[in-house]
């Protein structure tokens, strides 16, 4: 292996900063709606909890909101610098929403952000709401225009190819925004973001609770957390559900390879693996706990229903559909088989132990409970935030790789999408810049979070104060952010 291969130091870079681009994307789409829910209750109670538990979750998406547009800016010069034979085949269809995703959505939310801060003690009380669900939706909107360009990458349409045939040129907009790919993928997505914020806010809330403080408070943003997890994995799976769907009519080899299964199957030899160990080409399968009838149900929805195999897939990507491709592939277009393997089970696994950490806690903490909540229940909801972030992690890791070999289904190689004239000791020097960066902005980023976490919210005012719900906006400066 050359360890200055330009294509393989170029995807290490673009895989390094989307990933960690993408720890801060679910939580600024999940806290946005957070802060808008609470600032909602404050505004119809009165009630100066709902207020305090705003204002503090509010400096968290205020500040998981800056790092992720810093990181999220690189990502669009490395098109450029790294992946311009892409670039100049796709850009013309890619663009386009990337485009829309700049220049109406992110200004759109990053305007109503603006009065969001700066209109505390400016704007009349529901105006200041208002611009909080307003920027609410234009980060969805965002999301939304990023999962439209990603998803003509997994399932073009909307194009023709050049006369030459060296580029996409797009034909039809709306097909493109109406991928059933994206359309698939934004419930999908945005219910994967608010299981992530939930668990943010149950390990926050739990962590104070451990040590008996902000009490009143952080148990309303407990409950909320712990029914809002619960709520958001059911809504995992049922957009999961549905985008498998979409994935196995738009890209059999994925699901094929989610479950490394090389020969087609029906019924109930159309089993999912819970655990397989065996050799990696198929051919000994050592151990295996499987669940008949499961892989079926899930990509057909009927038991009786026929899955590809990874070995008749390649046979017909060969010799019908793509044998332009096939030699540069060597007759192979499944991806790396044990990262899609087992980056499917992780995402499933580690989201169902994030509710099932809600499930617990909603138990010990029911209202005719008889003791108090043991510690140790307070630590293992600790670990609700790092199993749900982990979870979406490995479910966006699954959902590139998983299109390997193609940069564009059906359209490009990966291979074929590098820059031709990039050496790879440029891109060595920008990796390990890129890395050494964004360690250090993890660094900051996890102080910053970790301080305010720490601090909590503001305290409730003494039984003597003055009534909460009396309490005017002026008592929320624009200096509290």
Not at 18 to 27: A, C, E, M, S
Not at 359 to 369: C, E, M, P, S
């Amino acid at each position: 292996m050359d360890l200055l291969d330009p294509l393989l130091l170029a995807r290490w870079q673009f895989g390094l900063t989307t990933l960690y681009h993408f720890l801060f994307v679910p939580l600024t789409l999940g806290m946005a709606l957070t802060v808008a829910i609470f600032q909602t209750a404050w505004f119809r109670t009165g009630n100066v909890k709902w207020l305090h538990l705003t204002r503090f979750f509010g400096k968290i998406f205020l500040i998981n909101f800056a790092m992720g547009v810093v990181t999220g800016i690189v990502q669009e010069f490395q098109f450029g610098m790294n992946w311009s034979s892409y670039s100049r085949f796709v850009g013309d269809v890619f663009g386009a929403p990337l485009a829309f995703e700049g220049l109406m959505a992110f200004f759109f939310e990053a305007t109503f952000i603006g009065l969001w801060i700066f209109g505390w003690d400016k704007l009349p009380k529901a105006l200041h709401l208002a611009s909080i669900w307003i920027a609410t939706i234009g980060a969805w909107f965002s999301a939304y225009f990023i999962l439209a360009a990603n998803a003509f990458m997994q399932n073009p349409v909307g194009f023709k190819m050049a006369e030459d045939g060296s580029r996409a040129e797009m034909t039809d907009f709306f097909a493109v925004l109406t991928n059933p790919v994206a359309l698939a993928a934004l419930p999908h997505t945005l219910f994967a973001a608010f299981m992530m914020t939930a668990g943010v806010i149950v390990s926050i809330s739990a962590w104070h609770l451990l040590r008996k403080q902000n009490v009143e408070m952080m148990r309303s943003s407990l409950k909320f957390g712990l029914w809002g997890l619960i709520a958001a994995f059911a809504g995992v799976a049922i957009s999961g559900d549905q985008l498998s769907l979409v994935m196995v009519a738009t890209q059999p080899m994925k699901m094929a390879a989610a479950e490394a299964m090389f020969d087609s199957a029906c019924g109930a030899d159309a089993s999912f693996s819970i655990f397989t160990l065996g050799t990696p080409d198929g051919t000994s399968e050592l151990f295996s706990i499987r669940v008949p009838y499961l892989l079926a149900l899930l990509s057909t929805h009927s038991l009786d229903g026929c899955v590809e195999g990874i070995n008749d897939l390649n046979n017909l990507y060969t010799t019908e559909l793509f044998p332009q491709f096939a030699d540069q592939v060597d007759g192979n277009f499944a991806p790396i088989l044990w990262v899609t393997y087992w980056a499917f089970r992780w995402m499933i696994g580690l989201g169902g132990v994030a509710a099932l950490v809600a499930v617990v806690g909603l138990w010990l903490t029911r209202k005719n409970a008889k003791r108090e909540v043991p510690a140790w229940a307070w630590r293992l909801a600790i670990w609700a935030w790092p199993a749900s972030l982990l979870a979406i992690l490995v479910g966006w890791v699954f959902t590139e790789m998983g299109r390997q070999p193609w940069i564009v289904f059906s359209l490009m190689l990966t291979e074929d999408g590098v820059s031709p004239s990039v050496p790879g000791w440029t891109v060595l020097i920008s990796l390990t810049a890129f890395t050494l960066i964004y360690a250090a902005l993890a660094v900051v980023e996890f102080g910053l979070i970790l301080k305010t976490t720490q601090k909590g919210p503001e305290p409730l005012p003494e039984p003597g104060a003055p009534d909460a719900r009396t309490q005017a906006v002026e008592d929320t400066p624009t200096t509290v952010y």
